[in-house]
């Protein structure tokens, strides 16, 4: 009698902001665990996503997208993003394929801080070239995929759609080839290992990516202050402030007589509800706290940056 080898490993997953890293991983695991927006640099810190599987357990790693900004709360997040690289057994880069087919031109400055790093890799290399759904003509992809080829001979390249799904099972089904054997790490009913608290707050600062506009949500932050749970009326009491930086933008989140946090604070809770299974009480609070995003002991106190 034979048994097929069981395989677990991490796969980080980076490449520059808004190439649907987020969306990917909240596919394969079938539950949003990485909030998405239509927005760039969406995801601030090392996101943990776990697919159990028969045959392997994929371990995969959300980073905060690659670019070249400055400040200390971007340094942070490039922090994170390198170290999720340097612990993985294999590296998957996201790119969008609807971006660069449009505007080749931008290719070469947004993959710049990986494209030397990742040249000398002797760990599998995957180029998943994201968005093909938005290409009618797919032949537009070709000059994308040549270019991509000469830049990482090595690595292997598969045009996909997180969004979509298309793709994506002979994506996984290749990586899991790549991994190394051995036994789970971790639970088969375990998709994260992310705390509650922190899945909450990041739901919360999903609806102020979509509630909000042009650079506001960028400069607002989410923080659990208490979280008191009644197992025996199966109820959570989460109280959220969400620090801004400017007194404006203060009046932007709550908005008119109160209507944009009510909303938000409505969306946020039913979403929270789902996840915990439980019902929850979500009181929001918005407060000023100017230059937060440069506080780096602020910033460690929220989860950010390299774990």
């Not at 340097?86 to 998957?92: H, I, K, N, R, Y």
């Not at 899991?176 to 919360?204: C, N, W, Y």
């Not at 659990?224 to 959570?236: A, F």
């Not at 404006?248 to 009510?262: D, E, F, L, Q, T």
């Amino acid at each position: 009698m034979t048994h097929t080898a069981f395989a677990c490993g991490w796969v980080a997953l980076t490449g520059p902001p808004n190439a649907g890293k987020s969306t990917l991983l909240n596919h394969y695991l079938g539950q949003k665990i990485s909030i998405v927006s239509p927005r760039p640099q969406t995801t601030r810190n090392q996101i943990t996503g776990i697919l159990s599987d028969s045959d392997a357990q994929v371990i995969f790693m959300d980073t905060p997208g690659v670019h070249q900004l400055r400040g200390k709360m971007n340094r942070m997040f490039l922090q994170s993003a390198w170290q999720a690289m340097e612990s993985a057994d294999v590296l998957g880069i996201i790119l969008d394929a609807d971006l660069y087919a449009r505007k080749p031109e931008y290719l070469e400055k947004d993959i710049a801080p990986l494209r030397e790093s990742v040249a000398g890799e002797t760990r599998p290399v995957f180029v998943i070239v994201n968005k093909v759904d938005l290409l009618g003509d797919k032949s537009r992809l070709l000059p994308l995929l040549e270019t991509l080829h000469a830049y990482w001979p090595a690595a292997e390249l598969f045009p996909v759609s997180a969004l979509t799904g298309e793709g994506l099972a002979s994506l996984l089904a290749a990586v899991k080839k790549k991994l190394p054997q051995g036994k789970a790490q971790f639970p088969d009913d375990q998709l994260s290992t992310l705390p509650m608290r922190f899945m909450a707050a990041e739901i919360v600062r999903e609806k102020l990516f979509i509630s909000l506009r042009q650079e506001v949500p960028y400069s607002t932050a989410v923080d659990i202050e208490s979280w008191e749970e009644d197992s025996e009326r199966g109820s959570v009491a989460i109280h959220a402030v969400i620090y801004v930086g400017r007194p404006s933008h203060k009046a932007m989140v709550i908005g008119h007589a109160g209507r944009n946090i009510k909303q938000m604070g409505q969306t946020a809770r039913q979403e929270i509800a789902e996840l915990l299974g439980l019902k929850v009480h979500l009181e929001l609070w918005v407060k000023v706290k100017e230059n937060w995003s440069e506080d780096a002991a602020f910033l460690h106190s929220l989860g950010l940056g390299a774990q």
